[in-house]
C-alpha cells in the first residue's frame, strides 16, 4: 500500500491490531509517544527517521541540529515556490491530492465511507452552500513539508476547533473508519479573490500533537503561512462552491488512478470561467 507504514496496516488491517487500537483510544496511550517526542529523549530517533522517508536537511539545520523529534518535525525551509498568477489555484501544502464531487445534499464519498458536510463542520447551513461544489482532499505523509499556506488573496474568519479522537488519515484506515468527521479538526471560513468562499479544514492523526493556526479576522495573501501540524502525517480538506474551480487538465487525468503527489504553492486548478462561475 503507498506511504502506508507497517505500524498502520498491523493496526488498521488486522484483528489484533484494531483490538489494540481501540485501546489506545480509549486509554488516550497515544499521549505517552506525544510527550516522547516532545522530550530531549526522541533526538536520537530523527537522523534514521530522516534518512527512512528521504528527508534532506540544509546545511544549516544539521549544524544547529533539534533538541527534539518535535522541533525537527516542525522545522521551516528557506523558501517555497508559488504560483502568483491571479487565476491559478494553488496547492496549499505538500502531499497527495484527490478530489470528490459534493452532491446536491452536501455530502461526498471517500473508499466505503460517506461524509456529510454538517458533520464535517458541525455547522448545516455553512454545508449546505457548498452543494454541488468540489472536495478537493490533501494528504500528507511522513517526508512531507508539513506547514501550509493561504491558496489565494482574501480574508479569513474564525478558527472553529472541533474535538475528537486521532485515527490514521492513510486509506486503510479510511476504510475502516469515516475518519474525517471523528478526528480532531481545525476550519475556517476564506473569502477569497478569485475563488469565492473557500472553507479550509485541517485534520488531526495518529499521534498528531497539534494543529497551529495562530491567525484569524485578518486579511491574509496567496503563499503566506497560514499554519502547520506537529509530529505525524495529517490531512487538509478544502471545500469549493458550485462551478468555482477547475483543475488543470493533467490533474484530473492523473485523478482517475487514485491521488496525485502535489507540492504547496503548486498550479493545480484554475478559476472557473466566468460565464460558468456562480454569481
Known amino acids: 500500500m503507498k506511504n502506508t507504514s507497517l505500524a498502520v496496516q498491523f493496526l488498521y488491517g488486522t484483528v489484533l491490531g484494531r483490538i489494540l487500537l481501540k485501546g489506545i483510544m480509549v486509554t488516550h496511550a497515544d499521549r505517552i509517544a506525544v510527550a516522547f517526542l516532545h522530550s530531549r529523549w526522541s533526538k536520537p530517533i530523527i537522523e534514521p527517521y530522516a534518512k527512512r522517508h528521504g528527508i534532506t536537511l540544509n546545511p544549516e539545520q544539521q549544524m544547529q541540529g533539534f533538541r527534539t523529534y518535535r522541533d525537527f518535525f516542525a522545522r521551516t525551509r528557506e523558501t517555497v515556490e508559488v504560483d502568483h498568477i491571479p487565476e491559478h489555484l494553488i496547492s496549499p501544502c505538500d502531499g497527495w491530492l484527490s478530489a470528490y464531487p459534493i452532491a446536491a445534499d452536501s455530502s461526498f464519498f ?15 447551513v455553512l454545508a449546505r452552500k457548498f452543494e454541488g461544489g468540489q472536495c478537493l482532499i490533501f494528504r500528507l505523509c511522513a517526508s512531507d513539508y508539513h506547514h501550509y499556506c493561504y491558496i489565494d488573496d482574501g480574508y479569513q474568519g ?17 476504510e475502516k473508519y469515516p475518519v474525517y468527521v471523528l478526528n480532531r479538526r ?15 479544514t485541517e485534520i488531526g492523526a495518529l499521534v498528531v500533537g497539534g494543529i497551529c493556526n495562530p491567525r ?56 472557473a470561467a466566468k460565464e460558468h462561475a456562480a454569481p
Open 110 to 124: 471517500i473508499k466505503n465511507s460517506h461524509y456529510k458536510l454538517s458533520d464535517l463542520l458541525q455547522d448545516a
Open 158 to 174: 474564525e478558527n472553529h476547533e472541533i474535538p475528537g479522537v486521532l485515527h490514521s488519515v492513510q486509506p486503510i484506515a479510511c
Open 186 to 200: 481545525s476550519w475556517t471560513l476564506m473569502a477569497t479573490k478569485h475563488f469565492g468562499p473557500v472553507v479550509q
Open 216 to 271: 484569524k479576522n485578518l486579511r491574509v495573501f496567496r503563499g503566506m503561512e497560514k499554519g502547520h501540524f506537529e509530529l505525524a502525517g495529517s490531512t487538509i480538506v478544502l471545500l469549493f462552491q458550485k462551478n468555482q474551480i477547475e483543475l488543470c487538465p493533467d490533474i484530473q487525468n492523473q485523478l482517475k488512478n487514485g491521488e496525485v503527489q502535489v507540492h504547496e504553492g503548486m498550479w493545480i486548478g484554475t478559476q
